[in-house]
Structure formats: structure tokens, C-alpha cells
């Protein structure tokens, strides 16, 4: 699979459709977002950034797992019977509910028994019929995690960005933001709008910002096929010295990007998950061959955000087609 990571082409013409625009900016009031994640609508991290993109003005859909679907990559899961069969994340709806519904005090806020990818179709599928509207999504944001999917590795394992990229399949504009705070937390317990060193309270308004410079205008937000894979460090609690991290652009691939792997424990006969870096990760085919790797950024720098651009068409490069059909070329005699 190929990745055409952050090219400069792309990131010129995605300022160009946002800035080449009449009015000087678009309200938010107009723009309507679809907002999902892979750690399930209960947590604390996607409660934050929930209330601080509808306190932009944004209209915004929220509809994510009922459950945590962490590493369930593009998955297509839809729910098998009309009631849960097992209690959501946190117990939050109990079994026995119906397998998708919204907070009663909140009908912008859904819960679907799916995986991420599946909870984007729903979003787009269903809540129309619901609101009994037409609603044209802007912009697709899943997250932000709980924890950093960085890397090719991670593109095809994480949920979060396995709805980014089926949004972006759809013809959307779509971006997946992942944080470094890697506890999954229930949002009636841990969320705080108002404490400024919360990581999710930081991210959700640093996600805000980002949003913001991207509808910024009356244009498609980015070129059709295109999504942008966003990491943030550690912030607020978890690192004091950071508390409003720079944005960086990067690449998926190149030096220090991993993918999965494992260890054999033999004390324990057990094998252990972990990642590798592999050199395969850090060829550059695509895209601005000189930017750094989200790895780097966020792993080797302090209190920076990488920004990595990628497209759908996974295709090989021209050349490097034509190299493989030479290769293969007497199968077609």
C-alpha cells in the first residue's frame, strides 16, 4: 500500500480552495461537521472537543462506538440485533438499550454499535432521516485518541484514522487527530472544560483552531481524496512545559516510522506487542521527500503537533508500476 504523505502541491491548493473565497471567512454557524472516534462516545477526550467546536459555532454531529474499538482499523461492523447485547463503554448506556440512540438532553450526540467506519455511514446515512433534513458535511474530524497513531503502521491499524480515510472514500473532507494521553476515561468523571492544563480540554481547543484555519472560507476544505493525519504530544498534566503545541508538517513516512510487531517473552512464554521501525517505512516515493516524520516530531521534539497529508489513491508511482509490469511482463504474452 502506497501513502502520499504531506506534499507541498497538495497543502497549496487545499489554501487556495479556503482562501479563495469573497468574504473574508465563512461562520461557523454554516458549516456542518460529522465528529467520531474509535475510544466510543463515553470518553472524556471526544466530550471535549465536542463542546468546544459547538461553543465555535459549528453545527456539530457527533456519532461514535458505543463501545472502545481501539485497533479496529477500517472495519465495517454494523450492530446484529436492534438492542445491546452487552453494556457500552463505562456501562454507559447497560445492555438491554437500543443499539444506537443520543443523550437524552442532546439529540446532536449518538452512540452506534459499530466500529468507527461504520459510525461515519451511520452519520451520513441515518441522521439526516432522523433530523428528516438534508445535512452536507464540511468536515469529518475523528478523535482526538487516546493515544498517537503514528506512522504507515498505524494508518491501517487505527480506528480513528480507519474513519478518516472512509469518510475521505466518500468523497469528504476528513481529518484524524490523536493525542498522547493514552488513558480511556469517562467523560462524567474527567472532564473539565474550564482546567486549562487538562490534556483533552488542550487538544479539543487546539482541534478547534485547526478547524477553524481549514473551513476558513466558502470552498471545499481539501482536494477530493485527501485527509490529514494529525498527533499531538504530551500536554497540560502530563508535560506542564506544553501547553500550546506548534503545528508541524510532516510525512507518514520516513526516519523512526514503525508498524506493528512482536516480542517473545520467554520467562513468560507469551508474545508481547510492540512496534518496529523498518526500512521499508522511511522510503520516500511521494510528497515532500524533505519534511520530517511524524515520528520524529512528536517523539524527538518537544511540544510540537505533526501534520501529515495523505491520499486515497494508492496506486504506485508511474515508474515504479512500469518497473513491476517489466517484471511480470511474460505472464501477459
Not at 461537521?33 to 462516545?41: A, K, M, R, S, V
Not at 476558513?216 to 501547553?243: D, K, M, S, W
Amino acid at each position: 500500500m502506497q501513502f502520499l504523505t504531506t506534499a507541498i502541491a497538495l497543502l497549496s491548493t487545499a489554501a487556495s480552495l479556503v482562501h479563495a473565497a469573497p468574504n473574508p471567512r465563512a461562520p461557523a454557524s454554516s458549516k456542518n461537521i460529522l465528529l467520531t472516534n474509535d475510544d466510543g462516545w463515553a470518553a472524556t477526550n471526544i466530550r471535549a472537543t465536542y463542546s468546544k467546536l459547538k461553543d465555535a459555532g459549528y453545527n456539530v454531529y457527533m456519532v461514535a462506538p458505543v463501545s472502545q474499538r481501539s485497533g479496529f482499523g477500517g472495519k465495517f461492523d454494523v450492530p446484529t440485533s436492534p438492542t445491546l447485547e452487552t453494556d457500552g463503554g463505562f456501562s454507559y448506556p447497560a445492555a438491554g438499550a437500543p443499539s444506537w440512540g443520543h443523550e437524552e438532553s442532546d439529540d446532536h450526540i449518538w452512540y452506534f454499535n459499530g466500529t468507527p467506519a461504520s459510525c461515519v455511514a451511520f452519520g451520513l446515512t441515518y441522521l439526516p432521516e432522523f433530523f428528516n433534513k438534508s445535512i452536507d458535511y464540511d468536515l469529518v474530524v475523528s478523535g482526538p485518541n487516546e493515544g498517537t497513531n503514528l506512522s504507515p503502521g498505524m494508518f491501517t491499524l487505527s480506528g480513528t484514522i480507519g474513519a478518516t480515510y472512509n469518510a475521505v472514500y466518500r468523497g469528504l473532507p476528513a481529518v484524524a487527530f490523536s493525542g498522547s494521553n493514552g488513558n480511556n476515561s469517562f467523560f462524567k468523571d474527567d472532564l473539565d472544560l474550564n482546567d486549562n492544563m487538562s490534556p483533552p480540554t488542550i487538544y479539543a481547543t487546539k482541534i478547534t483552531e485547526f478547524v477553524d484555519e481549514l473551513l476558513n472560507g466558502y470552498g471545499r476544505a481539501l482536494p477530493i481524496g485527501t485527509g490529514i493525519n494529525v498527533n499531538f504530544p504530551n500536554v497540560g498534566h502530563l508535560n506542564e512545559t506544553c501547553v500550546d503545541p506548534t503545528w508541524v508538517n510532516t510525512r507518514l513516512t520516513g526516519d523512526f516510522a514503525s508498524g506493528a510487531d512482536i516480542t517473545y517473552d520467554k520467562k513468560s512464554n507469551s508474545f508481547v506487542w510492540t512496534q518496529t521501525a523498518w526500512d521499508a517505512l522511511a522510503v520516500c516515493e511521494n510528497g515532500d521527500c524533505k519534511l520530517p516524520s511524524e515520528n520524529y516530531i512528536v517523539g524527538y521534539t518537544n511540544c510540537s503537533s505533526s501534520v501529515s497529508v495523505f491520499n486515497i489513491d494508492y496506486d504506485a508511482d508511474y515508474y515504479i508500476e512500469k518497473k513491476v509490469q517489466q517484471a511480470i511482463g511474460a505472464l501477459f504474452n
